[in-house]
């Protein structure tokens, strides 16, 4: 069993930024790593994800926005994020792939005056 705990949310006005947190119980060296989000009434979407080699995955909505990037020593995922826009609000799941997928809780965003 895995766990992830998502941190770093919160309530941001449009054009600021944030940078989310994912820790997990195990070792992430050989895993895949990925931010997903869902907003009310909308399906989870991913963001971006991250090989265990580095290679990165963004969704175009977020491209030049959002970084994401990972910390195999401390277990570790972060996601960047700049310029937010209010169609960024949702909650935020960090997902872990060892033979299968593991969830984190999620972590709100909100984008709003």
């Known amino acids: 069993q895995v766990q992830l705990v998502e941190s770093g949310g919160g309530l941001v006005q449009p054009g600021g930024s944030l940078r989310l947190s994912c820790a997990a119980s195990r070792s992430i060296f050989n895993s895949a790593m990925g931010w997903y989000r869902q907003a009310p009434g909308k399906q989870r979407e991913l963001v971006a994800s991250?090989?265990?080699?580095?290679?990165?995955n963004y969704a175009d909505s977020v491209k030049g926005r959002f970084t994401i990037s990972r910390d195999n020593a401390k277990n570790m995922v972060a996601l960047q994020m700049n310029s937010l826009k209010p169609e960024d609000t949702a909650v935020y799941f960090c997902r872990g792939d060892w033979g299968n997928f593991y969830w984190g809780r999620g972590t709100q965003v909100t984008v709003s005056l």
């Open positions: 991250i090989t265990s080699g580095g290679s990165t």
